[in-house]
């Protein structure tokens, strides 16, 4: 059974581009939650989605992050126009139905130059 | 929100010593998990603990619910145990996890 998946692992975007971030969930596994580390800090919650469904997206920036989790395909974490702020690394976390336990992914490290 | 501390900030260890890393949280929590970044920056699972103990290995874990914190047991410290410890809570099934600001821990050969 394959863990969570990311891509890419790395990413580097200029100032004003767009960055898509991917996650695949375990197999079994509808819930999926995103994380963001700056550097040197924890990890901060972001948004929590089921398939179609955006649960909780309490710590998301107001504007320029979106997220989505379609009926088939990955999750995707969309930030547009993006900022040297923005650079840290993104994880993804899924959970079974009901239970509570959550999966890391291996992360996407963003760099904004 | 929950509040989540984490105790000490930074730990340095001569190989085959012991350890306990402690995780105090404010309000009740229905979910409490401990992980270890490694230096490569990966999250790695250590325990499911939002009450009693738990062993793995050298690694053990007790979270007292009532009284609001955790514990991290590391027994004949490796090298390879050095990173960053975060202990997580949630309030519930399928919420979201407030992390702690971690414990590094350094592992001296």
């Known amino acids: 059974n394959a863990g969570v998946m990311q891509n890419p692992r790395h990413l580097v975007r200029r100032r004003g581009q767009e960055a898509r971030l991917r996650c695949s969930p375990m197999?079994?596994?509808?819930?999926v939650y995103w994380y963001r580390q700056l550097p040197e800090e924890g990890l901060k919650f972001m948004v929590y989605?089921?398939?179609?469904?955006?649960?909780?997206e309490s710590g998301m920036p107001k504007e320029r992050f979106s997220a989505e989790f379609p009926k088939e395909g990955p999750s995707i974490l969309r930030i547009q126009q993006v900022v040297r702020g923005d650079s840290a690394a993104y994880f993804c976390?899924?959970?079974?139905?009901?239970?509570?336990?959550?999966?890391f992914g291996p992360g996407t490290r963003l760099l904004v130059l | 929100g929950i509040q989540v501390e984490q105790s000490p900030p930074d730990l340095i260890l001569q190989e085959g010593a012991n350890s306990t890393l402690r995780c105090n949280f404010s309000?009740?929590?229905?979910?409490l998990q401990w992980f270890h970044q490694n230096p490569w920056g990966q999250l790695i699972n250590l325990f499911y603990?939002?009450?009693g103990t738990k062993q793995n290995g050298r690694l053990s874990a007790t979270t007292v619910a009532t009284e609001r914190y955790s514990l991290l047991y590391i027994s004949s410290s490796q090298t390879t145990d050095s990173g960053v410890y975060f202990c997580?809570?949630?309030?519930?099934?399928?919420?979201?996890?407030?992390f702690g600001k971690g414990i590094t821990l350094s592992v001296r050969p």
């Open positions: 603990i939002p009450s």
């Open positions: 309000d009740s929590v229905n979910n």
């Open positions: 989605l089921q398939k179609e469904n955006i649960i909780d």
């Open positions: 976390a899924s959970s079974p139905p009901g239970l509570e336990t959550q999966y």
């Open positions: 997580a809570v949630g309030g519930g099934a399928n919420s979201k996890l407030t």
């Open positions: 197999k079994g596994h509808s819930h």
